[in-house]
């Protein structure tokens, strides 16, 4: 299924570093150096793009086309033609490709302060961009002398609202891992490790380490469960609501089956259900025996993928005894996701977290959670929206694994990143540096930071806290009555 | 040995314990009791609540009556011996470490149980269980012993659906109800039963203080994955 081209031009110095990068066999060396493309294996991942040192390679869309003009396009066409020759349920990664589902974000308008209220200047004046993740306590307690009692539930604390998303190792390489925990300590943030374990060369990061249990409990004990500054419980996951996670035996091999506690070559099958979780009880069950594991200690997180009546199991987990709630909406990312579900289940993250945030405000208990919102947060500007909608905390993924190259090539699921990021091979997994790639992420994530105060400053606000659920700094354009109720916003100009 | 009253000290009182031999008495529905233990015994006396001695990574969790759901979730290490009947969900995702049952499971035991290294998790089910038995099973080996149940089924319907690694072991001639189609069930061969399953049940009988030879009667059925038809999806990348 040929879909782009490889060209070269007169600048070309044969120098034959192409061939070398391109780890999908799109590019070879043929004799007396001369280049040999085949077009129908390039993914588009630009890692050639990225190398030459001639600038004289690039990709392009392949200019033939299908027929135009039927209600099927050259993707319908291509995919039916891919699955008549194999019979294969189609798979794919990244994040949902859903054209004409809107994104919210980019039809949402940011207030500024203009003569009255004054917008604030983020360079002279302080500018609080800390958050902190948990439950509040429920009132004030005294002692019989008077003094007041510490009865703040356990929290997490962070310097910045922009948390990294879960990605587990196996879906993602160490080198990854080391990456993001030592971003995430040298920002004052958190980094998760997706449900594959805890490499134990990591176990130093355990203070911004969040680590995860999923129903597979892939290289769950208590040790990992104590090697962490907070543990979420994976329910679901924006790119395949749903659906579980299934890491085939080919990508269980050395400090992967480790770390995972699987055998060389087996499977790793973790199912959408949870057989120990058939009700909010049983839940609430599963946070408390983890927070029972862990001595009361670390607030525990229920991550779930934003779906219709969200607002109702939102409020659901906030009386389970879950400290805070993850929110991954429909254009959340994934290692390998069956396309169908990638693409036609789920909501928006924008509407789940403008709808979770209204109902617990409704029920009174928003205090009782703190809601981190992930799926598609694409820059400071998403991340402020997913906060002014009602969000504590956005965390990235995509957007972190494009600080180390990625180029969102959407071909994670054949294991040959040419990046070194989703693959396994050590061949192309050495092409990150985690200190390079751990400066780079940080470079990204205070940028954002700077842009966060930026905008704030603008719209005369100066902390995350009263941005939150801050609505009045949102109007919406291009949006019908009911996406606004929804969102709980007024029109531009309104 | 030392005494808590569970309904008197709390489980704040059992938690601060580690190591050493404990009772605890009056229970009575109190759930998380030894979760996360390492080491040490735990002497249970009552009905303990749900989710006992789950995450449980060493040690030993003795129980006189019986267990409610969520038993040895995700275990680790250790033993967890019930002279009754346990709940449903009982050693869920268990890696390691022995869970001996004398009497009944209800519905999902041992699902998604694994084993790596030299971590082999074993359940071991005196009297019957209920449906969903082995789910998922990863590794691992859980034997069910029927004692009581001779000549009727032993297990529910959907045993070990979806199991792709691992053995359970029936004591009994008779298929399990529905079995799927892509398990395999076999009969046992005395090699099998003499070095895999006599070690196991002998530790099981000395548990409990019941004769051995009793709970080896009659021949065993193993239930295995059928490596022929795998239950991954024939994906087509895109």
Known sequence: MRRFRIRKDEGCISCLRCARECSFGAIEAGEDRTLVFHHEKCTDCQRCVSCCPAGAIFITEDGNRFRHGSVFTDDDIREILLQAETGGVLLSSMGASGKDIPIYFDRLLLNASQVTNPSIDPLREPMETAVFLGRRPEGIQR????????????H???RTPIMFSAMSYGAISLNVHKALAAAAEELGTYWNTGEGGLHESLYPFKGSTIVQVASGRFGVHETYLNTAAAIEIKIGQGAKPGIGGHLTGKKIIGDVSKTRMVPEGL???SPAPHHDIYSIEDLAQLVMSIKEATHHEK???VKVAAVHNIAPIASGIARSGADIISIDGYRGGTGAAPKRIRDNVGIPIELAIASVDQRLREERIRDRVSVIASGGIRNSADAVKAIALGADAVSIGTAALCALGCHVCASCHTGRCAWGLATQDPQLTGRLDPEKGAARLINLVNAWTREIKEIMGGMGINSIEALRGNRMALRGAGLNEKELEILGIGYAGE | MKEIDIRKDGLEAVRKQSGGDVAVTG?????YIGCGMKDGILRIKGTPGNALASYLDGGTVLVDGNVQDAAADTMNDGLLAVRGSAGDALAYGMRGGRVYVLGDAGYRAGVHMKAYGDRKGIL????????????YLAGGTIIVLGLGYEGRDITGYFCGNGMYAG??????GKAPLNLSDKLIRRAVG???EEQVIRPIVEDFASVFSIPAASCLEGGFIAIEADSSKSYSQLYAAV
Not at chain 1, 143 to 154: K, T
């Open chain 1, 143 to 154: 002692d019989s002398e008077g003094r007041i009692v510490d009865n703040l539930p356990p």
């Open chain 2, 124 to 135: 071991v089910i005196g009297g019957r269980s209920g449906s969903f038995l082995g789910e």
């Open chain 1, 267 to 269: 499977d790793a099958i």
């Open chain 1, 156 to 158: 997490l604390e962070l």
């Open chain 2, 190 to 192: 005395e090699d099998e």
């Open chain 2, 27 to 31: 229970c009575l529905g109190e759930r």
């Open chain 1, 299 to 301: 607030p525990v997180i």
């Open chain 2, 167 to 172: 053995t359970i072991y029936l004591r009994t």
